[in-house]
């Protein structure tokens, strides 16, 4: 079940991101600079919790960067975050899903959770403030990609 649910995350960040590209930045560069920001945001939790999985670390002291990165850019980082997730997902049995992990928040608090609690939290963050990005598009004048989970189970089988 983890599998689909951040295949669900992987196939609804690219479908947002592509929709990203429609922007015109000339009429609308506060709502595209936004969209960024928020989209840069939600990788840079997945790459703090990808961190904290591994026990490698992840080097940051806020939940987003001081420089906005380009769409090129952020595409290309959430794609390689999506793939490692789901890649690790394939790998870890149960135990590994159970395992609690101690960790510092970037605000200085102290959390616990279990591996499984966390790809769950990176799959609901992710879908909350692709929520507020696809608010934006609408704000362009664009429609919003229909990211929904039950449009993911009926195009893609669910896999």
């Known amino acids: 079940m983890m599998i689909k649910k951040l295949s669900y995350k992987a196939w609804a960040d690219a479908e947002l991101l592509t929709a990203l590209n429609a922007i015109d930045s000339n009429k609308f560069p506060g709502e595209q600079h936004m969209a960024l ?33 380009t769409l090129a850019e952020l595409s290309e980082r959430v794609s390689n975050a999506d793939h490692w997730l789901i890649e690790f997902v394939k790998t870890v049995d149960e135990v590994g899903l159970q395992r609690e992990i101690n960790f510092t928040f970037t605000d200085g608090d102290e959390g616990r959770m279990t591996v499984a609690e966390v790809l769950d939290h990176l799959v609901i963050h992710g879908t909350y403030h692709r929520g507020n990005i696809g608010m934006l598009l609408s704000d362009c004048g664009l429609a919003r990609p229909a990211d929904i989970y039950t449009r993911f189970l009926h195009l893609c089988g669910g896999s």
């Open 37 to 69: 920001r928020l989209f840069n945001h939600i990788n840079v939790v997945d790459q703090i919790f990808i961190g904290h999985i591994t026990g490698n670390g992840h080097g940051y002291t806020k939940t987003n960067t001081d420089s906005t990165p």
